[in-house]
């Protein structure tokens, strides 16, 4: 697509022999590139200057074959799917950390291959603080619950965050709700796109 020919490798594979790098050639690696990898790269075939190439992988992601789509929208409704069974299983009195394990075995349950990362259930005051980790503190009713979750399905990860109260929520949970809902759908009908099917 860019002037690039791409090199695939299997879990089974070594992906360093599937590169022909001369020594002391440029090197430009993806800013997401994990340390691990990049010094195993740089040790095997001493490159002369490493550079970024983010700005080249973002264009490659962009475009989907359609096979890529319907792997990730399989993902989705594993995910949808895996929702709806746990949010009848929360109980007041329940920690957040068993939540979170909870929600992980669903996932797999329903044939994601794992989860993309540890999936994050919090309560009450902690929903105020994004990607906090789920904690000992235990579930109440009436207060808001944030569930930001996500599983892994051949190569592909989902992320998916949903906010809901457990029980009757209080005024100050409906109208914050509802300011962030309304904000999200102007966005959506100024990029040209309705909001449905978009989470809240």
């Given amino acids: 697509m860019l002037g690039f020919p791409g090199r695939f490798y299997g879990d089974e594979e070594d992906p360093y022999e599937k590169l022909s790098l001369r020594k ?15 010094l195993n790269i740089t040790s ?19 475009v989907k074959e359609e096979w890529e789509i319907e792997v990730m929208r399989e993902g989705v409704k594993i995910a949808e799917r895996s929702l ?31 989860s993309s990362f540890t ?21 109440k009713l009436g207060e808001p619950l944030v569930v930001d979750f996500g599983l892994k399905l051949r190569g592909y990860s989902t992320d998916t965050t949903r906010t809901f109260a457990l029980g009757e929520p209080d005024e100050e949970f409906l109208e914050v709700y509802n300011v962030v809902r309304e904000a999200q759908e102007e966005r959506d009908h100024g990029r040209g796109r309705g909001c449905e099917g978009y989470g809240r």
């Fill in 24 to 38: 002391g050639a440029t090197l430009a690696v993806d800013h997401d590139l994990w340390a691990y990898f990049l």
């Fill in 44 to 62: 095997r075939f001493n490159p002369l200057r490493v550079s970024g190439a983010g700005e080249v992988m973002r264009e490659v992601r962009k």
């Fill in 84 to 114: 709806w069974r746990f949010i009848p299983m929360i109980k007041e009195g329940m920690e957040e950390v068993y939540l979170s394990r909870k929600l992980e075995e669903l996932m797999i349950e329903e044939g994601g291959e794992g």
């Fill in 119 to 139: 999936p994050i259930v919090t309560s009450g005051p902690n929903t105020s603080m994004p990607h906090l980790r789920s904690t000992r503190r235990k579930v």
